[in-house]
């Protein structure tokens, strides 16, 4: 129905855009909801008005079909989660307590956009010499973490959490053409969570998206201690000593126009 109109479209971040802080997924996620609203209120067929959100939101940005929903979001083919397609996203309900307030503190070691999109990188696994051992270790890792979720078992999460960030990098590493997104600020704080965590045995771990900002994953149980560690030692490699607090949500709200004021 799109093509039936013209469409102004205003939006706005509340982080930096294009630093590997899925701006991309927020933006599209939202964009694909009012869309999705504008159809139903035309009076056009939506049977389910969250899956074809998903799908419309997937068509501009993969992780965007996920943050269709909160807290939690699983996107494509498992034969563990049912329901789930390559084409949108579904909720994801059995997890362990401890990660429905799972908290995200993301450091942000470079503000600027990146060197090379995501949208770039992504074409570059066309191709690559690795791409089909990595989504069967992907798909392999999934499991492992469905696993590790209903169990409440941190250290396999973990484990398989950085394990994915790490093997993401690599690969942009091993394209042609090869790129990196990592900043020297990001193994700094990469190996300082690896100490801190060996020398207290706090469950604390790190994330990376398709940039240099490292995402720092612990249960709201540790929060105070985490921030510490983190003001102490980590702020240090942060941009201007910035960084965000975030925490599993509950998904996009719908905005009335004088909230916007």
Not at 59 to 70: C, D, E, N, T
Not at 109 to 118: L, N, P, Y
């Amino acid at each position: 129905f799109t093509s039936d109109f013209d469409f102004e479209v205003h939006t706005y971040n509340s982080f930096p855009h294009s630093s590997g802080i899925a701006s991309s997924a927020s933006g599209m996620s939202a964009l694909a909801l009012c869309l999705t609203s504008i159809k139903e209120t035309l009076g056009l067929e939506v049977l389910d008005f969250f899956q074809v959100a998903s799908e419309a939101a997937r068509l501009g940005s993969g992780s965007g079909s996920r943050s269709i929903y909160g807290p939690l979001a699983a996107w494509g083919t498992h034969a563990e989660i049912d329901g789930s397609s390559e084409h949108y996203a579904v909720k994801f309900k059995d997890v362990d307590t401890v990660f429905t307030t799972f908290q995200d503190t993301i450091l942000l070691i470079d503000k600027g956009e990146k060197t090379v999109s995501s949208t770039a990188g992504h074409a570059l696994m066309d191709g690559h010499p690795y791409a089909e051992s990595r989504f069967i270790q992907a798909h392999e890792n999934q499991s492992l973490l469905l696993t590790a979720m209903l169990d409440g078992d941190l250290e396999t999460f973990g484990e398989v959490v950085e394990s994915e960030a790490l093997t993401l990098h690599s690969m942009m590493m091993t394209s042609l053409p090869y790129f990196v997104l990592m900043k020297p600020q990001t193994l700094e704080v990469i190996n300082a969570i690896w100490r801190f965590r060996k020398a207290t045995g706090n469950p604390v771990y790190f994330t990376l998206d398709a940039g240099a900002n490292v995402h720092v994953l612990y249960p709201k149980s540790h929060k105070e201690i985490i921030l510490k560690f983190i003001d102490e030692e980590l702020r240090t490699f942060c941009k201007d000593g910035s960084y965000l607090c975030d925490e599993v949500g509950f998904g996009p709200m719908k905005l009335n126009e004088h909230d916007l004021d």
